[in-house]
C-alpha cells in the first residue's frame, strides 16, 4: 500500500537531547512538508523540500534542521535549540507539477519533552 | 494566501446533511478553497477543492459562492465517522507546491 508512514507515534525525550523524527513515503512524491501542531491549534509548518537535497524554512524553522538525501525520506531533528519541542509533529507529501495536488499526510508523532 | 473565518463548532445528527461554511472575503482570483478534515490525533485528510465552479466527489460537495468570499463543505449523510476538526484554506494558484496555512477549524460533532 502506498503512503507515508512517521515513526514513532509516540516520543519521550528529556530537556536538551536533540531527536530525530522519521517520514518515509512510497508514493514516488517530489515534495515533502513537516508541520507542527500545538493543541487546539491548525498546522503551522516548519520546513518543506521541493527536490532531494534542496529545502526551504517554513513559518517556524528556528530550532529545527532537516535533510534530504533521498526522495522518499525527509527526517527533522528538533534540537536542543527549540524552546518548546513539546508537540504532535506532522510529515505530508505532495506530487509536483500538476496544478495543485493535494497533500497527503502521515499518522503524526507525538513528541513530549520531559 | 486569504485568511479564512470558519465557527469553532457545529453538531450535525446521524444521517443528516452537514453544512460547513466558510468566510474568505479577501480571496483573489487565482486562489483556491480546499477543504480538508483531522479526525483526533491522526494526519489532516483532503476533502475537496475548488476555484469557482461547485464540487462534488465522494465524500463531499463544495459550493462556492458567485462572489467566491464565502463556500460551503456539505458531508450528504453524516456519519459518526464525520466527527472531526474540518478546515477551509484558500491557497494560491500561482505555484504548484507549499504550505497549507491551517487555521483553528471547525469541530464538527455528528450525534445519534
Known amino acids: 500500500d502506498g503512503g507515508i508512514t512517521q515513526s514513532p507515534k509516540y516520543l519521550f525525550r528529556k530537556e536538551g537531547q536533540n531527536v530525530t523524527l522519521s517520514c518515509e513515503q512510497n508514493?514516488?512524491?517530489?515534495?515533502m512538508y513537516w508541520y507542527r501542531q500545538d493543541p487546539g491549534q491548525g498546522l503551522r509548518l516548519i520546513y518543506y523540500s521541493q527536490i532531494v537535497n534542496d529545502f526551504q524554512k517554513g513559518d517556524i524553522a528556528e530550532g529545527y534542521s532537516v535533510s534530504r538525501e533521498k526522495k522518499e525520506s525527509f527526517p527533522l531533528t528538533v534540537t536542543s535549540a527549540q524552546k518548546n519541542p513539546t508537540a504532535f509533529y506532522l510529515c505530508?507529501?505532495?506530487?509536483?507539477?500538476?496544478?495543485?495536488?493535494?497533500?497527503?499526510f502521515g499518522p503524526g508523532t507525538r513528541l513530549t519533552v520531559l | 494566501d486569504a485568511k479564512t473565518t470558519q465557527p469553532p463548532s457545529m453538531d450535525c445528527a446521524e444521517g443528516r446533511a452537514a453544512n460547513l461554511p466558510c468566510n474568505h472575503s479577501?480571496?483573489?482570483?487565482?486562489?483556491?478553497v480546499y477543504w480538508y478534515r483531522q479526525i483526533h490525533s491522526q494526519g489532516p485528510q483532503y476533502i475537496i477543492h475548488?476555484?469557482?465552479n461547485n464540487e462534488t466527489n465522494e465524500m463531499a460537495s463544495l459550493i462556492i459562492t458567485e462572489d467566491r468570499k464565502s463556500s460551503t463543505l456539505i458531508l450528504p449523510h453524516a456519519t459518526l465517522r464525520d466527527t472531526a476538526v474540518y478546515y477551509c484554506?484558500?491557497?494560491?494558484?500561482?505555484?504548484?507546491?507549499?504550505?497549507?496555512?491551517f487555521g483553528q477549524g471547525t469541530i464538527l460533532t455528528v450525534h445519534p
Open positions: 508514493l514516488n512524491h517530489d515534495a
Open positions: 484554506i484558500v491557497r494560491s494558484g500561482g505555484t504548484s507546491y507549499g504550505k497549507l496555512t
Open positions: 505530508a507529501s505532495s506530487p509536483l507539477g500538476q496544478g495543485l495536488p493535494e497533500q497527503f
Open positions: 479577501t480571496i483573489s482570483g487565482n486562489e483556491y
Open positions: 475548488g476555484l469557482k
